[in-house]
């Protein structure tokens, strides 16, 4: 059974910073996945089918995709010895305010626009983590 773990969100003044991680368990290689950080806004949690943001992605080899709303704020990160992914938040803002949550899916690299396009709930991930939640006062 594969588990990922979200811990680490909370509440910051804008302009400060988080880092939020996600532990994965089970029989799971941090390093034959992509992984990647979605964030789901008060918004998108009241729709229909409720949407989610995918703002960074790591892939295998490593290499690193932002969205461009946190590109130059955010930097996503792992530790393969400790199965364990990382987003380091700088300069955070009132609209950054969501639920985060890791994402897994069994490939070699991904596309964050493509991964968007394949729509909710699960746009074609393999595993997802429950969530941690990002407040940012103003």
């Known amino acids: 059974l594969v588990r990922l773990t979200e811990s680490g969100g909370g509440t910051v003044e804008a302009g400060g910073s988080l880092r939020i991680s996600c532990v994965a368990s089970?029989?799971?290689?941090?390093?034959?996945?992509?992984m990647i950080w979605f964030r789901q806004t008060p918004e998108m949690a009241r729709e229909a089918v409720p949407a989610?943001?995918?703002?960074?992605?790591?892939?295998?080899?490593?290499?690193?995709i932002y969205d461009e709303s946190v590109e130059g704020r955010f930097t996503i990160s792992k530790d393969n010895g400790a199965s364990t992914l990382y987003l380091q938040m700088n300069n955070l803002r009132p609209h950054d305010t969501a639920m985060y949550s890791c994402?897994?899916?069994?490939?070699?690299?991904?596309?964050?626009?493509?991964?968007?396009?394949?729509?909710?709930?699960?746009?074609?991930?393999?595993?997802w983590g429950q969530g941690t939640p990002v407040t940012v006062s103003p």
């Open positions: 989610r943001q995918a703002v960074a992605a790591i892939n295998s080899d490593g290499s690193t």
């Open positions: 994402a897994a899916v069994y490939s070699s690299s991904v596309v964050l626009g493509a991964i968007q396009g394949l729509g909710a709930p699960r746009y074609g991930m393999d595993y």
């Open positions: 089970g029989d799971f290689l941090t390093s034959t996945y992509c």
